[in-house]
């Protein structure tokens, strides 16, 4: 709202729009809705653009702004654990001593297997 | 300390359908037995602290019993004006749970460093504060005060595995637990670095220093009389907090000397420089603050030569 009151037309922002809360899917935890109509009422302008790509994303940010007009959120759509098989498909991580929840990884530590095999994976990108 | 929450809480709902449990969108994988044992008593109301607190209220006033969970520096100071306002100031009964105390979340950098919760708490009247030292005290600690009318905050260690010798799951409030009776130099701590303290005091052995230990565990009522009573039988006070110097353990204990007038001397040992952006292991940043085993041993040492 400050933002939006004083036209601060040069100023952008991205969100990191990956889905994803602490306990499970955003949508399931705290639902937004459409992220872009939030801010748009808020009196600012929405880019959404995939924000794995290099290209969008320098586009949205280099695109000029003007003064006394809107700020602009760049909501950037991302995937959760990108480039790494297994924390892409939602899979735990497979050490016999963890339960397995669903983004383990997330919060502990990958076994020596598990760094190779990410790092294979992004390697191969 | 997480677990044993968790555990007790299923206990006491299975016994009071009261209890209510509202989280930050904080405690995966340790949260989940409860959502599952009690899916209608349990919301996840996003990452959302000060409405967490205000819905709470709400749902104190009308007669339930909600615990709030998230970690301890969210859980506190991110609202701090909704639990001023609400809980305290209309004297409800709700419990906010804070993890993580002191230095628990020491990789995650300084954001997550609960070291002014306890501090800044204390300011508002009303507010019990408890801050259990190992498991089985938090459990005793829980299930003493969870139905008690007023408000509650927990400050809870994260992992803490190790339990305190000689405390034995012993709670009270208003009260001091001493765990190791010497003579001469009483450390007087709280929270998961009981341990550690408990360790100096073994240490200290080895120099002819018999250490008493005692442990707060709680603020309002403040333990006053038995801090007066251990004080008053020592020549000098250690006290070690993972906590701002301003505030916490170490304040209540000088304002207990300078009103009573006691002949105690205190070195207090507590978080005296401000975060500086670094992070690191618990153990590593009880060091870089002077509150491990070996900087306790040498901050007594240096205490006692003092006449």
């Not at chain 1, 036209?7 to 992220?35: H, I, K, S, W, Y």
């Not at chain 2, 940043?285 to 002077?290: A, E, I, M």
Request: hydrophobic share 45%.
């Amino acid at each position: 709202m400050f933002a939006s009151h004083h036209r601060l037309g040069n100023l952008r922002a991205v969100l990191d729009c990956n889905g994803q809360q602490a306990f499970g899917l955003t949508r399931e935890v705290m639902d937004p809705g459409d992220m872009a109509h939030r801010w748009r009422a808020f009196g600012w302008e929405t880019d959404e653009v995939d924000g794995h790509s290099m290209e969008a994303l320098s586009a949205a940010l280099s695109a000029p702004g003007a003064a006394a007009a809107p700020p602009k959120m760049i909501i950037a759509h991302t995937k959760f654990g990108r480039g790494v098989s297994y924390m892409e498909r939602g899979e735990p991580l497979s050490q016999p001593h963890l339960a397995r929840h669903r983004i383990n990884w997330h919060y502990l530590p990958m076994s020596d297997s598990e760094f190779d095999l990410a790092m294979k994976d992004l390697d191969g990108q | 300390m997480r677990h044993a929450l968790i555990q007790t809480l299923l206990e006491l709902a299975a016994e009071d359908e009261r209890i209510l449990v509202l989280t930050g969108d904080l405690g995966y994988m340790v949260m989940e037995p409860f959502r599952d044992a009690f899916p209608s008593r349990f919301f996840n109301v996003g990452v959302a602290e000060q409405n967490m607190i205000a819905v709470a209220t709400g749902l104190a006033d009308a007669g339930f019993i909600p615990f709030t969970y998230s970690i301890a520096t969210f859980a506190s100071m991110r609202p701090f004006e909704f639990i001023r306002n609400g809980p305290v100031l209309h004297r409800l009964p709700v419990r906010m749970v804070g993890v993580g105390a002191g230095f628990g979340y020491g990789h995650a950098g300084p954001s997550h460093y609960a070291t002014e919760d306890i501090a800044a708490l204390r300011t508002l009247l009303g507010l019990s504060i408890v801050v259990p030292a190992d498991a089985p005290q938090a459990v005793a600690a829980i299930r003493d005060t969870w139905n008690s009318p007023g408000p509650v905050y927990y400050s809870l260690c994260k992992d803490a595995k190790s339990q305190v010798a000689g405390l034995d799951g012993r709670f009270a409030m208003g009260r001091v637990q001493v765990t190791r009776e010497g003579r001469g130099v009483v450390l007087a701590t709280m929270g998961s670095i009981a341990a550690e303290v408990t360790r100096a005091a073994d240490e200290l052995d080895r120099y002819g220093i018999n250490a008493t230990v005692a442990i707060v565990s709680n603020f309002y009522p403040d333990p006053v009389d038995d801090l007066r009573v251990v004080l008053s039988a020592h020549d000098h006070v250690v006290s070690i907090e993972a906590q701002t110097a301003s505030g916490g353990l170490g304040a209540l204990i000088a304002s207990v000397i300078a009103t009573h007038r006691l002949g105690c001397r205190l070195r207090p040992l507590a978080v005296f420089t401000p975060h500086d952006g670094t992070s690191g292991s618990q153990t590593d940043r009880w060091k870089k603050h002077g509150l491990d085993c070996d900087s306790i041993v040498e901050a007594v040492l240096d205490a006692v030569k003092q006449p």
